[in-house]
């Protein structure tokens, strides 16, 4: 059974930097590219960085080229994103999500609130 769980949410103020894990398990995590997505309130899903399965790939949204990372351990079966310089409109609640067979699967989520 596919199973994603994320941690690492929480709240700080602007400017500051949070690092989100996400830990996969019931497939070969090395073999698939990994994605972050978010979603705020009133808003739809929106796809924040991808990377390929080995690493040698990444993409990023417009919004936060420059200032999030995403990596991946596959010893660890663990992808991260990494958020620097956060902003307000980084509000919302974060996804990891691998597709498998053209099905998507999700975790349940963390949640990162920027406010001062």
């Known amino acids: 059974q596919v199973q994603l769980v994320e941690s690492g949410g929480g709240l700080v103020q602007p400017g500051d930097s949070l690092r989100l894990s996400c830990v996969a398990s019931g497939f070969t995590f090395s073999n698939y590219g990994m994605n972050w997505y978010r979603q705020a309130p009133g808003k739809e899903r929106e796809l924040v960085a991808t990377?390929?399965?080995?690493?040698?790939?990444?993409n990023y949204a417009d919004s936060v080229k420059g200032r999030f990372t995403i990596s991946r351990d596959n010893a660890k079966n663990t992808v991260y994103l990494a958020m620097n310089s956060l902003k307000p409109e980084d509000t919302a609640l974060y996804y990891c999500?691998?597709?498998?067979?053209?099905?998507?699967?999700w975790g349940q989520g963390t949640q990162v609130t920027v406010s001062s």
């Open positions: 999500n691998v597709r498998l067979l053209r099905h998507d699967y």
């Open positions: 990377i390929t399965s080995a690493g040698s790939w990444r």
